[in-house]
T-cell receptor, first 113, second 109 residues
Framework: KAGVTQTPRYLIKTRGQQVTLSCSPI?????VSWYQQTPGQGLQFLFE???????NKGNFPGRFSGRQFSNSRSEMNVSTLELGDSALYLC????????????FGPGTRLTVL | DAKTTQPPSMDCAEGRAANLPCNHS???????VYWYRQIHSQGPQYIIH???NNETNEMASLIITEDRKSSTLILPHATLRDTAVYYC??????????FGKGTKLTVNP
């Protein structure tokens, strides 16, 4: 069974631009979560989707948004990029909502210049 | 969310057991203890979880104290590939994982 895939793996943008990152969960998994990892703040939860509905959200500004499609694939969007948005963005999938192990993808490394 | 305390770093000789402690004194009754690890530049990887009984799988063993205020992850025969940051995460009904700073384990040859 294929693991969680994220595209693109690397991305360079400039301040003020927007970016869309994609995540394909493991087949059959319906829950997708997004995390941001920076050297200063560590791993921080962004949001979680289950059956196309956002069920949990972290403490990030409204510039960070996401969605999930009927096939469970998910996208996250960051608008008006800032230098501080440079980070590794990780997606994790889980079979269903609630507890259970999460399977992480390799991440998208975003650099904002 | 329960707070956790883990030593920032530990060293272990290859082939020896690695015992990684975690203090989670504010854990609530419905929170499981999950352990993940992150090898450099990769996404975190699930290791094991438990509620109050000790657990073992092909990767590791988890020992949870009777009062559930602390736990220890045991890698019985550490290899160089076990060098990673290890995170102990209490998780209840919320789907999100709250990562602390974890323990950087270095396995030395």
């Amino acid at each position: 069974k294929a693991g969680v895939t994220q595209t693109p793996r690397y991305l360079i943008k400039t301040r003020g631009q927007q970016v869309t990152l994609s995540c394909s969960p493991i087949s059959g998994h319906r829950s997708v979560s997004w995390y941001q990892q920076t050297p200063g703040q560590g791993l921080q939860f962004l949001f979680e989707y289950f059956s196309e509905t956002q069920r949990n959200k972290g403490n990030f500004p409204g510039r960070f948004s996401g969605r999930q499609f009927s096939n469970s694939r998910s996208e996250m969007n960051v608008s008006t990029l800032e230098l501080g948005d440079s980070a590794l963005y990780l997606c994790a999938s889980r079979l269903a909502g609630g507890l259970g192990e999460q399977f992480f993808g390799p991440g998208t490394r975003l650099t904002v210049l | 969310d329960a707070k956790t305390t883990q030593p920032p770093s530990m060293d272990c000789a290859e082939g020896r057991a690695a015992n990684l402690p975690c203090n989670h004194s504010t854990i609530s009754g419905n929170e499981y203890v999950y352990w993940y690890r992150q090898i450099h530049s990769q996404g975190p990887q699930y290791i094991i979880h438990g509620l109050k009984n000790n657990e073992t799988n092909e990767m590791a063993s988890l020992i949870i104290t009777e009062d559930r205020k602390s736990s220890t992850l045991i890698l019985p025969h550490a290899t160089l590939r076990d060098t990673a940051v290890y995170y102990c995460i209490p998780q209840g009904g919320s789907e999100k994982l709250v990562f602390g700073k974890g323990t950087k384990l270095t396995v030395n040859p």
